[in-house]
């Protein structure tokens, strides 16, 4: 009876796989839509993260513009999962094909998902964590070096995101 089912699923998912083919939807479709959601999330999150510090910093340099250097490392880490996001593109994008199982699809679209996730979240609280750190050091100058940790260590989870992307891409 187990035997009999197990064969009966089998047929269904071929004719599934075959219906999905006739209609444009096969595992290159889909590998190429994770592709470019890996992108676009870590573009959006970087985006954000950018917008908040970009904003912050324009209000202290408007009124302290000897501490542009200081505020600059602040203002650009949040763009680093755009970076991110787009190193997976490209390696990924590697890693296509046209011929491209509906499986092998959707395993190139879970391998880029973690850098996705990681680099909308990472993005915009990066972006956040930036924003106080630079209305700090316009505030009190010397804490500019010592700032900088904190949002670093958000950005410790994107590069987690951007590692495990970088080791599941290769098993697809």
Same mark, same amino acid.
């Given at each position: ?7 009966? !699923?089998? %047929?269904?998912?071929?004719?599934? !796989?075959?219906?999905?083919?006739? &209609? ?19 573009? &959006?999150?970087?985006? &954000? ?9 324009? !209000? ?20 680093? %999962? ?11 994008? +590697? ?14 679209? +879970? ?7 990681? !680099?909308?979240?990472?993005? &915009?609280? %990066? ?10 050091? +316009?505030? %009190? ?32």
């Amino acid at each position: 009876m187990f035997l009999s089912l197990l064969a009966e !699923g089998e %047929q269904i998912a071929q004719e599934v !796989g075959e219906k999905a083919t006739q &209609i444009g939807y096969t595992g290159f479709t889909v590998a190429m839509i994770g592709v470019a959601l890996c992108v676009l999330l870590c573009g &959006i999150g970087s985006a &954000i993260g950018l917008f908040k510090t970009g904003t912050a910093a324009a !209000g202290v340099l408007g009124e302290a513009p000897d501490k542009f250097g200081k505020v600059l490392v602040l203002v650009l880490l949040p763009a680093t %999962q755009g970076i991110y996001g787009f190193i997976i593109g490209i390696i990924a994008s +590697g890693s296509i094909t046209a011929d491209l199982t509906l499986a092998q699809g959707w395993a190139m679209l +879970g391998a880029v998902m973690p850098m996705a996730v990681a !680099g909308l979240v990472t993005g &915009i609280f %990066q972006g956040k964590s930036a924003v106080n750190c630079i209305y700090a050091v +316009g505030k %009190q100058d010397s804490l500019g070096g010592k700032l900088i940790i904190y949002p670093a260590m958000i950005e410790f989870y994107a590069i987690l995101g951007l590692i495990i992307s970088i080791m599941l891409i290769p098993l697809v």
